[in-house]
């Protein structure tokens, strides 16, 4: 038995599921006998832009479709031909694994210089067109430039800023949608019904949620329902082969949250890991649940929210005037972040858990109060990112004080003092930068290719040293925790202070000005030593001239 998704092939446009904005175009050319030689069909996958290719190549070439009409008839040796698959004069190309050049000389333009077997145009469908290599895409542009009057080519893509604009520009392009979830629960009723299975409602309406707006994902899971046999399906067989929406745990899970209930919080997760219920799944139906409620809370009403029975959805209005905006904030932000760590924790709930402790415990700050101070961090941020060198290092040891002010809390949270930190002499460090990288020549070989005019320290932040390489091609070179360790220990020979390094790559102003500064001190030394030598030698003429001896040079 073939599968629903290719029983149920649309044979006309006008069973074709939503992309009413493509269907009018290519109907209203079909009629009016008006096409162009290239289509650009682009979008996700699953939404029909094979089929729309092979509609209209069917509809192109029908014998029996008369001016003013737009759908193939399905009866005349061409229609027949196209849906059998054994048309000569239908070309379907799959790019993907067809993606050299030598592919599209073959495939397209030495069959393109020859006129349709028996058919009005030769229609060439390119799949997947992105996965063509560059050289491809030449062979293919230059047919495309000046192809003949008899061809058409229909190239699909789910990835169009892969397809360069010089093929892109030679195309009509079209862009398929997502479809509508009524419209996709519309189409698996009539499927059902000609199938003479009767099923839930709420059976498709999970389906058109999980779907995602993919009618092909929609009719291969009602075929996943159909194969468990019988005429009526309930929610429960259902179950057995798609996972069903947990929405009256999620708001059981919300519900509880809104009232910083904790304990009663982590008793439901634990309870979902025993009931065998997968997280992932379940965390992202979450996060999904949580967006919708923020978007109706800021006013985005046209929101396309679950359908609910009328309890569940008093429910939902009472969470949506429980919660305000920052709280819901907060739960997106730590489900997210508990999201990406539920791939690699080690005890499956565990993201879970320090997400409700964060947010049930730690939300005594209030987030309008931090917003508050945002100006003032963001001005202490500012400070520590102005210009570093000038021309007498004094603005290197910049130490950024951020202060929050008192926040009112509902309750006194738990308050650790840190320990105090000692400051490095920043100072100390810029006067024997030249002897600690020589000693970390000493110690590692692996360091050799850094020197002081090309790696300088730029400024302290706590127990931290900031150091500048002048290329980023050494600044990754030395991002190693071994060769970080190695300039440590030199510092701490050297001034006897423990300190951990981090490194960047100096911006264009900030190595302007530290180039500059090193050619000023490099000046001043040379002009010094030529002040010697030049005493030097004025003393050694002197001896020469009258024969003295030099007794001391004091």
């Known amino acids: 038995m073939p599968s629903i998704y290719r029983k149920y092939r649309p ?3 006008t069973e074709m599921v939503g992309q009413n904005h493509i269907k009018l175009t290519l109907q209203s ?6 096409f162009v030689h290239a289509y650009l069909f682009c979008g996700p996958r699953g939404l029909g832009k094979t089929t729309a290719a092979r509609l209209f190549a069917k509809a192109v070439n029908c014998e029996n479709r008369k001016d003013g009409e737009s759908e193939p008839c399905n009866k005349c040796q061409s229609c027949l031909e196209i849906m059998d698959a054994r048309a000569f004069d239908l070309l379907e190309i799959d790019a993907a694994s067809h993606t050299g050049v030598d592919n599209v000389r073959e495939n397209i333009i030495d069959n393109v210089r020859f006129t349709p077997h028996r058919a009005k145009y030769k229609v060439f469908i390119i799949d997947e067109v992105h996965m063509l290599s560059i050289s491809a895409f030449n062979a293919l542009l230059k047919t495309l430039e000046e192809p003949p009057v008899y061809a058409i080519f229909i190239l699909c893509t789910t990835e169009i800023h892969k397809v360069p604009e010089t093929i892109i520009s030679r195309c009509q392009r079209f862009d398929f949608k997502k ?27 999970v389906i058109a949620h999980k779907s995602e707006g993919c009618m092909r994902d929609a009719e291969g899971m009602l075929g996943q329902v159909f194969a468990l046999g019988g005429n009526k399906i309930t929610k429960e067989q259902a179950a057995l082969v798609i996972p069903m929406s947990e929405i009256k745990l999620i708001l059981e899970l919300v519900d509880l949250v809104a009232h910083n209930n904790l304990s009663v919080s982590l008793d439901l997760i634990n309870k979902l890991v025993d009931e065998g219920i997968n997280l992932s799944a379940f965390n992202k139906e979450l996060v ?4 919708k409620l923020l978007l109706i809370k800021v006013g985005a009403h046209k929101i396309d929210i679950f359908d609910f029975d009328s309890q569940t959805g008093k429910q939902v209005n009472m969470i949506i005037d429980l919660i305000d905006e920052n709280k819901l904030l907060g739960m997106i932000e730590e489900f997210l972040s508990a999201g990406y760590d539920l791939r690699s924790a080690s005890i499956a709930q565990l993201p879970f858990e320090l997400a409700l402790v964060k947010i049930c415990r730690f939300t005594d700050v209030s987030r309008n109060a931090l917003m508050n101070e945002t100006p003032r961090l963001r001005n202490t941020r500012i400070k520590i990112e102005n210009p570093i060198y ?27 003092k840190k320990k105090e930190e000692k400051v490095v002499d920043f100072e100390k460090v810029k006067k024997e930068w030249v002897a600690i990288v020589r ?23 706590g127990n931290a040293l900031e150091i500048g390489f002048k290329y980023d091609l050494h600044r990754s070179r030395f991002d190693t925790n071994s060769n970080k360790k190695v300039l440590e220990d030199a510092i701490r020979e050297i001034i006897g202070e423990v300190i951990e390094i981090k490194s960047r790559t100096l911006k264009p102003s900030e190595l302007a000005n530290i180039e500059m500064f090193i050619a000023s001190e490099d000046a001043k030394n040379m002009k010094l030593n030529n002040v010697k030598a030049t005493d030097e030698n004025i003393l050694e003429h002197i001896l020469d001239s009258f024969g003295g001896e030099l007794i001391d040079k004091e």
């Open 390 to 416: 000038s021309s007498n290092f004094s603005h290197l040891d910049v130490r950024a004080k951020k202060t929050l002010s008192e926040t009112k809390m509902a309750r006194q949270p738990l308050i650790i």
């Open 29 to 34: 050319e079909l009629e009016h006998n008006s």
């Open 11 to 13: 044979k006309t446009f």
């Open 179 to 205: 479809v509508p979830a009524v419209d996709m629960i519309k189409r698996l009723n009539r499927i059902s019904d000609n199938e003479g299975m009767k099923i839930d409602d709420e059976i498709y309406n």
């Open 288 to 291: 999904e649940f949580l967006r």
């Open 439 to 461: 000693a970390s020549h000493k110690k590692s070989c692996d360091l050799m290719f850094i020197n002081e005019k090309m790696v300088w320290p730029i400024r302290i932040d």
